[in-house]
């Protein structure tokens, strides 16, 4: 999810910097309405990580084997689906600007243009150590092929 924040907080940037039709393009409607929903789903997903991390500290092996191999499945199915939503809306919001490698596209452009060209490998970028949430956004998109 930490991909997923950064990835909102640019689109926050973007869309008080960007202006449209004499206003900041968070002035529209859709764009708050978007800009929503992405952060009540990125939210609810880090509250969940932190639930079960709170309850695995808690719980014996045992028991963390017993109770929480089903939420912790379901948790990254949603992690996976609420990162392909979030790329989805940057992508939206972004414009062009979202598949650029520099300027203010260049925080999403990774894994945007990796979501839109669906390639067979992750680009390097993908292997810095900074962003180990990149893979899980890596394998989410290819899940879809």
């Given at each position: ?14 869309a ?7 206003k ?49 499945a ?11 939503y979030v ?33 067979q ?12 949430s ?12």
């Amino acid at each position: 999810m930490t991909f997923s924040r950064l990835l909102l907080e640019e689109c926050f940037k973007w869309a008080n910097q960007r202006m449209v039709f004499g206003k900041a393009l968070i002035e529209q409607p859709v764009i708050r309405n978007k800009l929503a929903h992405m952060t009540a789903q990125v939210e609810a997903v880090q509250n969940w990580i932190e639930n079960l991390t709170h309850q695995m500290n808690r719980m014996s092996h045992q028991e963390q084997a017993a109770n929480l191999a089903g939420p912790i499945a379901l948790l990254k199915l949603q992690s996976t689906r609420v990162s392909q939503y979030v790329q989805d809306e940057a992508c939206q919001i972004f414009g062009g600007r979202a598949i650029t490698r520099t300027g203010m596209g260049q925080v999403g452009a990774p894994a945007l243009s990796l979501h839109l060209s669906h390639t067979q490998t992750p680009p390097d970028i993908f292997k810095a150590s900074a962003y180990p949430s990149f893979k899980v956004v890596w394998a989410a998109t290819r899940a879809g092929d």
